[in-house]
């Protein structure tokens, strides 16, 4: 177990150092203007930009800046560790961008897999169980809705009918928790509704599926054929097998919300990591955008490793060697 | 005759289908006596194991149409409400199944699958629930009991896995014992061991066993009775000995003859042309008709009875019993002289 989860860390530091070279490659690939005059301010002169240049190491080749950004992640830079480098638009180290809007994007996260997993897996037991009746239809007329409806045009609508109309929630914005824990909840249960009410309904509709597909088994005949009560023949037996597959979705799905909460972000004005993703792209920031795709990897990764090793412990029958 | 546990009369299961319905079991009636074992043989299709189900409400509720009776310590258990059935099941009639592979779930421990049926029924503590599977798992013969209690199904071979079902079986002794194709999944040097088991703890916990089988080398191993269906109706019902020695109905011969042993060559096998009727479409008169070498006329028009002749054989044929020696002398393909 042990050397079956160092040698997945060592191919997760493989996969990130791809991911990024990728990610250099791409921008510079696609460069759109001059990161230097961006840098230098209102009316820059040949020789400051050449010296802004030599500055952020724009004047070496991409390969070489890969090479100077990979060993500074490691070893650090002068702005802590992992060294990230600074920001070619405001000169805030990226380091610091990210730790002040990873929090919230990671609240929000928290927030709303809290909502989905309950509400999706309740719904699917549900719809499941009473397969065929009035609740299942709802159930999957829910289902539906979740799927289709945009997530900006619900988060519009949940902040035009609870902030606007009914002024029963907060608006738009972050309040940190620290500060003010009632606005804080009060700002972000609408986020996390709306974030929620899409991966609901698909994890509804796989919860129903793969307890559906599950109560065909023989070991649930078994089940029954013992005098179970149908609770706990659901419970303890179908639900119990179900789980791997739920598991795995979640992990993956948290890990992708990391980088790309965008559009719930940008509805509510969280400002988290997908909000800064979208506007150093925007700014050409090679910098950030770098630091928020790393963030993102490596989330993707660990959660991977987390998911292949909750396997263990959910299902006996997988065992690492 | 020691006291019937399961008197099952006139058992009839439908599923209404878009197609039609599909005749599953048609008017199905046996007796069963503590301490004997009834064999129901016959091919895939033929109802034997949807009979089983249905006594155990098993069958989805919803796609199934059941009717007919099943005693069982003075209560019908095709008329019992969901709640109070389940109280019976895994009580006073439990079944092990066909696939032990996949009868056991994958993710619990064999011992706690064993010990949750204990508590399925009594209000005991987790630890005295997991003693007594346990205990059960080392009567069935699995060594080292206590250790392998603490494995998962994945650890035991096929074997290992029938026996733990049938330990889950005999957790409160039931009087009645439905065995569905228990050796069919598993190895040929295993079979034998695991009929013996059966066998064994039929006598040990006094119950009555229902051994469900297409094999009829298994049957007549085992059984004391014989049911042999076709179509989902009895054909031929009596004492094992009796029906291999003068088998009445011409499936019956049919079956015999197609039986591999030891001392028939393959060549001498006789295959009984044809295939089943379809469930939802059945022939009129005798189901077997179209697939009996000896038919004639009635046969295509009246079912015949089962009826019941001296020593409580019953076969359900419109041959005469002249008719019958006769296809039997001529020693042609099929008869009961090729049989034997």
Partial sequence: MVLYIVRRTLWAIVVVLIVLLLTYVVFYLLPAGDPALRFAGKSPTPESLELIRERLGLDQPWYQQYAKFVKNFFTGDEYGWPGLGYSYVNGVPVLEQVKERTPRTLLLIVGAATIWLIVGVSIGVLSAVKRRTVADRAAMGFVLFGISAPVFWLGLMALYIFWNKLGWTGGTGYVPISENPS????????????????????????????????????????????GLSERQVITHHALRASLTPIVTMFGMDVALLVGGAIITESVFNIQGLGWLAITSTFNQDLPSVVGVVMLGAVAVVVMNLFVDIAYAFLDPRVRYA | MSEIVLDVHGLTVVFPTADGDVQAVSDLSYTLHRGETLGIVGESGSGKSVSSLALMQLLNAESARISGRAELGGRDLLSLPPDEMRRVRGKDIAMVFQDPFACLHPMHRVGDQIAEAVTAHEKVSNAAATARA?????????????????????????GMRQRAMIAMALVH?????????????????????????????KDEFDMG?????????????????????YAGRAMEYGPADELFAAPQNPYTWGLLGSMPTVERKLEELVAIEGSPPSLVNLPPGCAFHPRCIHAFEKCGTALPDLEIAPGGHADRC??????????????????PGAAR
């Fill in chain 1, 183 to 226: 606005g804080f909840f009060s700002h972000m249960i609408l986020p996390w509704t709306v974030l929620a009410m899409l991966f609901a309904a698909i994890y509804a509709r796989m919860t129903r599926n793969t307890l559906l597909e599950t109560l065909g088994e023989d070991y649930i005949r078994t089940a029954r054929a013992k």
């Fill in chain 2, 318 to 335: 419109h041959l005469s019993p002249q008719m019958k020696r006769e296809a039997q002398g001529a020693g042609i393909a099929g008869s």
């Fill in chain 2, 173 to 201: 002794n039931p009087s009645v014992l439905i065995a569905d194709e228990p050796t069919t999944a598993l190895d040929v040097t295993v079979q034998a061991q695991i009929l013996e088991l059966i066998e064994r703890v």
């Fill in chain 2, 209 to 229: 066993v229902i051994l469900i089988t297409h094999d009829l080398g298994v049957i007549a191993e085992t059984a004391d009775r014989v049911l042999v269906m």
């Fill in chain 2, 134 to 158: 346990v205990d059960l798992l080392g009567q069935v013969g699995i060594p080292n009991a206590e250790e392998r209690s603490r494995d998962y199904p994945h650890q035991f071979s096929g």
